[in-house]
């Protein structure tokens, strides 16, 4: 009996000493367990919660989605916890912008930067003598070179450098004085009664090494009738020579005769009663850009091309009635914002040597080149001086740059980013009134480029005070467009003749 006691107990002992540590896996999860909430009743009806859904448990962008309703703010958040946010050890140099991905990170790279991580400068090859480029320069951020293009009418010479162009007249481009002619002719040919009214032959003459002008040495006599409304001189004339101190003679304000063939691109706009109120550029054969507020002076226009003095008929001016106007539609005659228009021309201009439009340029050209010179030069028929008479031969001026914080500086009234200023702040020279619309041109090289139109100023040539120009570069696209827009539409008409009144558009 002992025996079997023992041999129990002996069992007893070895099942106490014997049972696995360890529970199964069913088992160990009966022990300190969790609800889990996303299967509870009702869940689904539950708005979205951040941490509910992904914090205490693994969410799936679908319940991502539906916290953040919103597809950006969920892109955003799913990059970063699906595997963590790769910018957070700021991977993008150079200021570049890291934005996070799944597997990935993306840099936003500054201007002039480039490569995976913005690691890479991009050469500056255009800000460097522009490339040796004659005209426009663009770099080519794969290949990492200068690439030249050239002004309409223009081909990019041999060396891919230089702009070469078989257009006897093309735009920007002043003959040399020995190809030009100061002769003026004095005669009294009937003028046709087609279109505008005028119609003024031109006349090209060459010369030799001595230049010669023929000036009136009578009185001059006013006469309404004129076809420049001024003065029609008398027809006898003397033969002076033309000294290089002559040319300085002061006109603008304190500016200098601009000779025939100089400013070939000036245009001058006469009012019904034959009196020239504002300037303008050619841009083409069609087109001469001015600005809006010359628009409203006049009942009716008239464009006067090729003219030097407007006492004395030279024979090579051009008369042109004007098909259409164009102002800027966001154009404010309060403050002068947006004072550009365009003028169509009824017919096409003849270009001569005295008859050329300047060239427009890119807009990264014009402020990165052009306006970057010391000097622009205008050019007009305005007053001589605030106040004064109308010059009535055609003035020249070179007008240095004006640094936009002085130019701020020196007004009250607001510069906006469209306008730049030019002038001299301690010496009396300027545009002036009547010398509006007209052209400020630069050159680059040999070739001369539209940079502004004459636009407004706090009188003439006063002390600290600046001319005050409509800045082109910012307006191309709209030139483009303007001129474009109306070509394509005159196609559908069949005006030849000016029209009675002409229309204004705002485009």
Not at 24 to 39: E, F, H, I, S
């Amino acid at each position: 009996m002992f025996w079997v006691f023992r041999t129990f107990l002996c069992l007893l002992l070895a099942h106490c000493v014997t049972p696995e540590v360890f529970l199964q896996t069913k088992d160990a999860n009966q022990v300190l367990t969790r609800p889990r909430r996303a299967n509870s009743m009702f869940e689904e009806l539950k708005k979205g919660d951040m941490e509910r859904e992904c914090l205490e448990e693994r969410c799936n962008y679908e319940e991502a989605r539906e916290i953040f309703e919103n597809d950006k703010k969920t892109i955003e958040f799913w990059n970063v916890y699906y595997d963590g946010d790769a910018c957070i050890s700021q991977p993008c140099v150079n200021n570049g912008v890291c934005k996070d991905g799944i597997g990935r990170y993306t840099c936003f790279c500054p201007e002039l930067f480039q490569g995976y991580n913005c690691e890479i400068a991009i050469p500056q090859l255009c800000e460097v003598n522009n490339g040796a480029c004659e005209h426009f320069c663009k770099v080519d951020q794969k290949k990492g070179t200068a690439v030249c293009s050239c002004a309409k009418g223009y081909n990019l010479a041999a060396d891919r450098k230089s702009c070469t162009s078989n257009d006897p007249f093309k735009c920007g481009y002043v003959f040399p004085k020995s190809t030009r002619s100061n002769l003026k002719i004095h005669n009294t040919e009937n003028v046709t009664d087609e279109d505008s009214g005028f119609d003024i032959g031109t006349a090209d003459t060459t010369e030799g090494n001595t230049t010669t002008a023929k000036k009136p040495v009578t009185n001059h006599t006013v006469d309404t009738n004129s076809i420049f409304g001024l003065i029609e001189p008398i027809p006898t004339v003397m033969e002076e020579p033309v000294l290089p101190e002559s040319a300085g003679d002061t006109r603008i304000v304190n500016g200098e005769d601009c000779p025939p063939g100089e400013c070939p691109w000036q245009a001058l706009l006469m009012n019904e009663d034959k009196i020239g109120f504002c300037g303008g550029t050619i841009l083409n054969e069609y087109f001469v850009l001015s600005a809006a507020h010359c628009m409203n002076l006049s009942r009716s226009i008239t464009v006067i091309l090729g003219e030097t003095d407007m006492l004395v008929r030279e024979g090579r001016e051009a008369v042109h009635a004007v098909e259409q106007v164009l102002v800027h539609m966001n154009y404010q005659p309060e403050t002068y914002h947006n004072d550009i228009a365009l003028i169509k021309l009824v017919k096409p201009i003849t270009f001569t040597k005295y008859i050329v439009p300047a060239c427009i340029p890119e807009r990264d050209f014009a402020e990165r080149v052009l306006m970057q010179q010391e000097e622009g030069m205008v050019s007009g028929f305005g007053r001589l001086h605030e106040g004064g008479l109308q010059a009535t031969y055609l003035q020249r001026l070179t007008v240095p740059y004006i640094d936009r914080s002085i130019c701020r500086e020196s007004t009250k009234f607001n510069i906006s980013p469209r306008m730049f200023c030019a002038g001299y702040g301690r010496e009396e020279k300027d545009a002036c009134q009547g010398d509006s619309g007209g052209p400020h041109v630069t050159r680059y090289k040999n070739t001369w480029f539209v940079t502004g139109v004459v636009s407004w100023g706090e009188g003439c040539a006063r002390k600290d005070k600046y001319g005050v120009y409509t800045q082109v570069s910012k307006y191309l696209k709209w030139i483009e467009s303007v001129m474009e827009q109306v070509i394509a539409e005159s196609k559908f008409r069949n005006k030849r003749r000016a029209p009675r009144h002409v229309p204004v558009i705002r485009l």
